[in-house]
């Protein structure tokens, strides 16, 4: 299991490395520039960094000051995601971290004044698994506005009526117009386990994340879908996601 969490602000870091403020996030614990690292997942899968003149993004804990801290080697250079997709992967083989250390990102930028950055990290119960089965693939919608650089929820409708029984998510697919990224929210779950948006269906986000390559994301009773968590540059009104699914009951 895994789950999402994430960093922005807009600020002129001057092209020195400097810290970026957290998300507020109802899953994990957030102090300013601090997200807490929650009991159960201490372990740093991935990490995404983009912005129009970024130059540079790191992730810093006080356990990885042990050994060395994770510098982004691929950036993703523009205000939206850009694909294909720069960022560190580590789902195999994960950071571990300590259970309710800080957690900080840091980026420099080389633009004359304020930019903004977004940093997300994917945090994990260990090594994650890839899971086979007979995987069908559901397309939804929601007509949530969304709040500009924030996470919002916003409820899913399904395009087609799922046969009774219960399902697991295997992939994740979202867009909007300008989708950062998005995490799917289950009845009843802890977890809030996401990827990166896109702001068309043209753009194909990495195998990764699609048709059971990192396992079971969540479960659901078929007339109890999950919600999803968007995160936009702007207030979106319109978002599309597909769900990679397989019933097991």
């Not at 009526?161 to 399902?167: H, W």
């Amino acid at each position: 299991m895994f789950t999402l969490v994430g960093y922005t602000e807009s600020q002129d870091t001057s092209g020195n490395l400097t810290y970026v403020a957290a998300l507020a996030d109802q899953h994990v614990r957030v102090e300013a520039d601090n997200i807490v690292v929650p009991a159960g997942m201490a372990n740093l899968l991935g990490a995404c960094a983009l912005g129009a003149t970024l130059s540079r993004a790191q992730v810093e804990t006080p356990s990885m000051r042990r050994t060395l801290l994770l510098d982004l080697a691929g950036l993703n250079i523009g205000a939206e995601p850009v694909f294909p997709l720069a960022y560190h992967q580590g789902f195999y083989n994960p950071i571990p971290l300590d259970e309710f250390e800080p957690m900080r990102a840091l980026v420099a930028e080389t633009a004359e004044g304020a930019e903004r950055e977004f940093v997300l990290v994917w945090l994990g119960d260990g090594p994650q698994a890839p899971v086979t089965g007979d995987i069908y693939t559901v397309r939804a919608t929601s007509t949530q506005t969304l709040v500009a650089n924030a996470w919002t929820n916003g409820a899913l409708a399904l395009a087609q009526t799922l046969p009774s029984g219960r399902y697991q998510v295997v992939g994740f697919h979202a867009v909007s117009a300008g989708l950062i990224a998005a995490r799917l929210v289950f009845v009843g779950g802890t977890w809030r386990p996401g990827v990166i948006g896109a702001d068309s269906q043209a753009d194909g986000i990495p195998d990764l994340f699609r048709r059971g390559a990192l396992g079971v994301w969540g479960e659901f009773a078929h007339d109890q879908p999950p919600t999803v968590d968007f995160l936009s540059v702007s207030a979106d009104e319109a978002e599309t996601v597909h769900l990679d699914l397989i019933k097991v009951a």
